[in-house]
């Protein structure tokens, strides 16, 4: 008895570490990431009401569910212009400068900060980020709750496009809207602005295309409302009109 004791205790001693050992082994980074590159995981997730993110530098679109906050968002999206859409002729994507450019020219969040667009969206709204050996700009994998859907993505970059960077005022929108008349610095502006762009499920935002919101809502009917604020307040930021049916349907998100 007393050695079968002994045995069972030096089994213990020596599992001990082995035991340590494997608790430590999931916090390590891949991709060669640095220590302590994840981001702590809450349990909502970290996404913010677009009312109390108006330029667009926190994380996520939250629901806005209270009756003042449904309230504050009518009042916002009245505030927006309207008119028809115009043709959509002569638009290029290039109009809008290159894809996730970090040298647009106006005042716009975390640009010029040596990180292109797009890893500046997947760093702001992913949890758990792990970034490229060496780099704290290139995201190699996260976990993203997808407001458009409500479902949420493990992402790796092996899988680019199974999350993309939707324009919540698509570009050939702005285009028809107005933007055809502004500046190419302008249109560099709203093309990579926090305020206009959500890291998203991408074959969802493949489904919405250039649409207005009176012909694609996200699918996740919590957010609509929130949708709605953010894109008004895109539209109010760079003084873009929606379409009468557009407002209206923006207005009926967020009519509680």
Known sequence: MRRWRGLLAGAALLGLPLLVTGCKSSDLPVDGAPPGSAVPTSKDGRAVSPLDNPDGTKPGLAAVTSAADMAKARALIQKVATKGRGPRTGYDRDDFG?????????????AHNGCDSRNDLLKRDGE??????????????????DPYTGRTIEWRKTQATKVQIDHVMPLSYDWQMGASHWTKGKREDIAN???????????????????????????????RCSYSVRVAQVS????????????ATMLKQCAG
């Open 98 to 110: 290159y894809a996730w450019m970090d040298s647009a020219p106006g005042d716009v969040p975390f």
């Open 128 to 145: 758990r980020v792990r970034f490229r050996g060496g780099s704290d700009c290139v995201v190699t994998s996260m976990t993203l709750h």
């Open 193 to 223: 602005d926090p305020l206009n762009l959500i890291p998203v499920d991408g074959p969802t935002n493949g489904s919405k295309s250039d649409s207005g919101p009176a012909a694609w809502l996200p699918p996740n009917k919590r957010i």
């Open 236 to 247: 109010l930021k760079y003084d873009l009109p929606v379409t009468p049916p557009d407002k």
